[in-house]
């Protein structure tokens, strides 16, 4: 009889383990749930969908991009920036990653309460978080506000490591 209630007990404890750590994920970039662009609407956009992707963001990322202060986003590559799969990155690097600084402070929290691997979507916004704020820390114009910027990305530097290596 105390078997079966230990068993009952440990199932429980999984379901409510299990549940809090996908709603846990899904909170890291909540403007990603729903994005509305003109009359299409995107569902939880992500640019990778194979290896290929993978490569084609590393390639955009070595040709440059640049994040204007009016909130829009661009690739250097005329030829890259020309491609589809380029639209579904401006889609995430305009709508979905945080460009705010206490939004910023705030996915550097959540990431530092995560448990367990990032979502592969997760990995990909925070790493162009990263990118976000390397540019923000060479436009900064102040030392103070190159020091904040710094410090984010310092911070989302080490999410991401021990993400990729499992220690902090």
Known sequence: ?????MLLIGLFYC???TGAT?????ALFPAASRIKRGAATVVNPAFHS????????????????????????SVKDAELA?????QNLEVICVDIIPRKLKDIFRL????????GHLHQDDFERTLLTLVYT?????NSTTLYQ?????ESFVSLYKAIKQDLTGTN
């Open 1 to 5: 009889m105390l078997s079966w209630r």
């Open 15 to 17: 379901c409510i383990k």
């Open 22 to 26: 996908q709603c846990q994920s899904k």
């Open 50 to 73: 194979s290896f290929d992707d993978v490569h084609l963001l590393f390639e955009i990322l070595l040709a440059g991009i640049h994040f204007e202060a009016s909130g829009e986003f």
């Open 82 to 86: 020309s491609l589809r799969k380029t």
């Open 108 to 115: 550097i929290s959540d990431l530092s309460n995560h448990n």
């Open 134 to 138: 390397a540019q923000q820390v060479v």
């Open 146 to 150: 190159r020091d904040v910027w710094a």
